[in-house]
T-cell receptor, first 117, second 112 residues
Framework: AQTVTQSQPEMSVQEAETVTLSCTYDTSESDYYLFWYKQPPSRQMILVIRQEAYKQQNATENRFSVNFQKAAKSFSLKISDSQLGDAAMYFCAYRSSGSGNTGKLIFGQGTTLQVKP | DTAVSQTPKYLVTQMGNDKSIKCEQNLGHDTMYWYKQDSKKFLKIMFSYNNKELIINETVPNRFSPKSPDKAHLNLHINSLELGDSAVYFC???????????FGNGTRLTVT
């Protein structure tokens, strides 16, 4: 069974600085998707970024980028030029691909990010 | 607005009661899900439906019964509520072509 681990329960960053959130996962599959979701205090789950395992190029979305290391099964999220609105809980998630894909997301434990003004 | 909407937003009830949470999506997706977020913020899938058919049932007590009248709706009915059912319940939807999940805003259920 697949597992996702976020080893940093809490992180903090100064406004305008860069922070990296860690995520590792365990799977025997070769084809899958990885996601980062953001959950602000409003409780809404917001998709931040998505990575297909078959793509070597790291995904980027504006100030958000990932460092995907498939062999190491590592998927970290880098937030550049941090803003106060980035303060939230961040979840790393895994989803199988290919035939028999049920669409099920497996989540990590989450990392609470504090942004200091 | 195109979205996944679930009602109610908050639900406070006593042990032993039966309650329902409704979910609707107007995104045209063919797959819908229920996730539970516990007090430690851990998110875990409970059920998924594809075109009204149950695809995933993750060892959830049979007091929980999802119902999908059509592919745009997935309701969650809970019988004989227990204190441990207190959590935030999220509805989500996606297209079965590996597109990302879209989540509703969650329903905070408190059982007293």
């Amino acid at each position: 069974a697949q597992t996702v681990t976020q080893s940093q329960p809490e992180m903090s960053v100064q406004e305008a600085e860069t922070v990296t959130l860690s995520c590792t996962y365990d799977t025997s599959e070769s084809d899958y998707y990885l996601f980062w979701y953001k959950q602000p205090p409003s409780r809404q789950m917001i998709l931040v970024i998505r990575q297909e395992a078959y793509k070597q190029q790291n995904a980027t979305e504006n100030r958000f980028s990932v460092n995907f290391q498939k062999a190491a099964k590592s998927f970290s999220l880098k937030i550049s030029d941090s803003q106060l609105g980035d303060a939230a809980m961040y979840f790393c998630a895994y989803r199988s691909s290919g035939s028999g894909n049920t669409g099920k997301l497996i989540f990590g434990q989450g990392t609470t990010l504090q942004v200091k003004p | 607005d195109t979205a996944v909407s679930q009602t109610p937003k908050y639900l406070v009830t006593q042990m032993g009661n039966d309650k329902s949470i409704k979910c609707e999506q107007n995104l045209g997706h063919d797959t819908m899900y229920w996730y539970k977020q516990d007090s430690k913020k851990f998110l875990k899938i409970m059920f998924s439906y594809n075109n009204k058919e149950l695809i995933i049932n993750e060892t959830v007590p049979n007091r929980f019964s999802p119902k999908s009248p059509d592919k745009a709706h997935l309701n969650l009915h809970i019988n004989s509520l227990e204190l441990g059912d207190s959590a935030v319940y999220f509805c989500a939807s996606s297209q079965s072509d590996n597109s990302p999940l879209h989540f509703g805003n969650g329903t905070r259920l408190t059982v007293t």
